[in-house]
């Protein structure tokens, strides 16, 4: 059974539901409930993310997101007290489309503007730079050295366990089936637990977050959408400097994983729903083009295969702060971008709910409303 009365109930125990947890306690909230439906923390989207970090993006709110965010994580072996493995190997990302070309330079841009000091490489240096490639087409490719991967578990299991020192009660194995409200007012949640009730309660159930917001009579616009990728065995013609590498035209990515290689590549066609299962026809694909840009993984072999979900929202943002559900609090949709962005956004909830607004990242902009108000902020920047 779950306790009967709670200050603050958040559904979801992935890095948002548990950052928000840990900044919250650490605000001298007490009476936290953290409820995860898995039998492990992490053990959703989080935990089947390719755990990449990152300064390149295209908006300055997710720029400023990042700046925040990264040496939160840089920081958070210090703070937290969990090791976290971040390996700053850098993000290089392939342009091989003269279309992309325009609006990469805007990006760099603004990214200089904000104090991001990404790289704008030409093919012949990325040529020079990672000569295992198979580069031939690559026109230019821009690169940040103090991006990287860091351990997703790692990163949660340090929040929630900050969290439980602090007082919060976290459990697993718990899934919220019901929101209660009295009056327009959040008054708790029903769980296969039992029932608690509760002044405000915390959706940050990922890409079940559209589900947990039907239950408070809320439609959220956020999709769930399976990615998936895989791993390698070692590869000891691999550079120890290899880095994040991206094929942006054709959503590639491979980045190191142990002493191999972790690589995936988003399908276009891919369609909507909760399936976490590998697509098998779809893995052959995406190693043909693997193999293609680079050749030295035609003699990997197969170490692991994971799929999992992003939760897409039309415009690639997240969703941020009250609802018209007096309450009932939003901290989803970050769209394949959220586990870099944890860290922050955790803080972030605790200023909009204990303070009326955040104040570390103005993320104002990203509201709930923003979508019947018709004020979409599109990132380019997706992979």
């Known amino acids: 059974m779950i306790p ?5 109930i958040i559904i979801g125990g992935g890095v948002m539901g548990a950052s928000t947890a840990y900044h919250l306690a650490a605000r001298g909230v ?8 898995e039998e492990f923390f992490g053990a959703g989207a989080t935990g089947r993310c390719a755990g990449g970090v990152r300064y390149q993006f295209s908006t300055e709110v997710n720029i400023r997101l990042s700046l925040a965010s990264l040496p939160m994580l840089e920081r958070f072996e210090e703070e937290i007290g969990q090791a976290i493995s971040y390996r700053q190997v850098g993000y290089l990302m392939l342009l091989t489309d003269e279309n992309d070309l325009q609006t990469f330079r805007r990006n760099v841009e603004l990214q200089h503007s904000l104090g991001v000091m990404t790289e704008w490489l030409d093919g ?13 087409d690559v026109i230019a490719a821009t690169n940040h050295p103090k991006e990287g991967v860091v ?9 929630v366990g900050a969290a439980q020192r602090a007082g919060v009660k976290a459990l697993t194995g718990v899934a919220v089936t019901g929101i209660n409200l009295e009056g327009g007012k959040v008054a708790g949640a029903q769980t296969t637990a039992g029932t608690a009730s509760a002044p405000i309660v915390v959706n940050a159930a990922g890409p079940w977050a559209a589900v947990i917001g039907q239950m408070a009579g809320l439609p959220i616009p956020i999709t769930p959408l399976r990615r998936q990728w895989l791993t390698t065995t070692p590869l000891p013609d691999l550079s120890p400097d290899f880095p994040f590498v991206i094929d942006f ?7 190191p994983e142990g002493e191999g290689l972790l690589t995936g590549m988003s399908n276009p066609n891919e ?12 893995e052959l694909i995406h190693m043909e083009a693997a193999i293609r840009r680079l050749p030295l993984l035609d003699y990997a072999g197969l170490a692991s295969r994971l799929a999992g979900l992003y939760e897409n929202t039309p415009d690639a943002h ?3 702060g009250a609802t018209p559900v007096e309450g009932f609090y939003m901290v989803a949709g970050f769209s394949g971008h959220g586990f870099m962005h944890g860290p922050i956004s955790g803080k972030l909830m605790s200023e909009i709910i204990l303070d009326g607004k955040a104040a570390t990242v103005d993320v104002s902009m990203l509201d709930l409303a923003r979508f019947d108000e018709g004020r979409l902020i599109h990132e380019y920047n997706v992979i």
């Open 151 to 159: 351990d997703p578990n790692g990163v949660v299991m340090g929040y």
């Open 4 to 8: 009967k009365t709670a200050s603050i």
């Open 271 to 282: 369609r909507p729903g909760f399936n976490q299962n590998i697509d098998p026809d779809w």
């Open 30 to 37: 007490k009476d936290i409930l953290l409820l995860e439906k």
């Open 249 to 255: 035209a054709q959503s590639l990515y491979f980045h």
């Open 124 to 136: 012949d240096e990325v040529r020079r730079r990672v000569p295992v490639l198979n580069a031939d």
């Open 318 to 320: 997240p969703i941020f």
